[in-house]
C-alpha cells in the first residue's frame, strides 16, 4: 500500500528567500506525481504534473523534480513571495489504481514580508 | 469557466442529525470525486464516480454515509446519522475523465456538536 510523507510540516521564510519541499513515497512503481497547493478555507489547486517517465517539470518560480528509484520528489520555490504562504501537498496514485490519489500530510508554508 | 461548486460551504449540526452536501463539476466532466480531509492531514477519497455509476466506493462508510449522482452530473453526499469524529472538510473534485487532472471545489466544513 502505498505511503506519503511530507517533510517538514511547516516551513518559515523570509521574503525573496529560495526553497525546498520534500515528499517521499515508499512504492516507486508510480504512474506520476502531482504537487497542489491549498490556501486556508479552500480546495486544492494542482501546480506540477509529472509522468512517470519525467524527471522534472516547471511553472514559473515552481520546479518539481522526480526520482522514482529513491521514492522522491522535491518542490522547489525560487524567490519565495507572501502570496506563496499556503500549504503544498503531494499526492501518487495507489499502487495498482491509478485512479486513486495519496496525499502527503502537507506542508504549511509561511512566506514573511 | 465556473469551478466545481460545492455547497453548503459550513455546516454545524448535532451528533445523531443528518446531513447532506452538494456538489456541481465543472461542465463536462465525467469524473466526480468525493474527498475526506481531516485538520492536518490530506484528502482521502471517500468515492469516484464515473458519469453516474461509483466505480470505487471502497472507503466509504457504508453504514452511515451513502452517494448519490443520478444523472451523471451533480451530486449528493449523505450522513446518517453524524458522529463527532465526522466532522472535517468534505472535498469535491471532478476531471474530465479518469486519471486526468482533478480540479477541486472550496469544500463544505462540516463540525458535528
Do not use: M
Request: aromatic share 8%.
Amino acid at each position: 500500500k502505498q505511503e506519503v510523507t511530507q517533510i517538514p510540516a511547516a516551513l518559515s521564510v523570509p521574503e525573496g528567500e529560495n526553497l525546498v519541499l520534500n515528499c517521499s513515497f515508499t512504492d516507486s512503481a508510480i504512474y506520476n506525481l502531482q504537487w497542489f497547493r491549498q490556501d486556508p478555507g479552500k480546495g486544492l489547486t494542482s501546480l506540477l504534473l509529472i509522468q512517470s517517465s519525467q524527471r522534472e517539470q516547471t511553472s514559473g518560480r515552481l520546479n518539481a523534480s522526480l526520482d522514482k528509484s529513491s521514492g522522491r520528489s522535491t518542490l522547489y520555490i525560487a524567490a519565495s513571495q507572501p502570496g506563496d504562504s499556503a500549504t503544498y501537498l503531494c499526492a501518487v496514485p495507489e499502487t495498482g489504481a491509478t485512479n486513486k490519489l495519496i496525499f502527503g500530510t502537507g506542508t504549511l508554508l509561511a512566506v514573511q514580508p | 469557466e465556473a469551478g466545481v461548486v460545492q455547497s453548503p460551504r459550513y455546516k454545524i449540526i448535532e451528533k445523531k442529525q443528518p446531513v447532506a452536501f452538494w456538489c456541481n463539476p465543472i461542465s463536462g466532466h465525467n469524473t466526480l470525486y468525493w474527498y475526506l480531509q481531516n485538520l492536518g492531514q490530506g484528502p482521502e477519497l471517500l468515492i469516484r464516480y464515473e458519469n453516474e455509476e461509483a466505480v470505487d466506493d471502497s472507503q466509504l462508510p457504508k453504514d452511515r454515509f451513502s452517494a448519490e449522482r443520478l444523472k451523471g452530473v451533480d451530486s449528493t453526499l449523505k450522513i446518517q446519522p453524524a458522529e463527532l469524529g465526522d466532522s472535517a472538510v468534505y472535498l469535491c473534485a471532478s476531471s474530465l475523465t479518469s486519471g486526468e487532472t482533478q480540479y477541486f471545489g472550496p469544500g463544505t466544513r462540516l463540525l458535528v456538536l
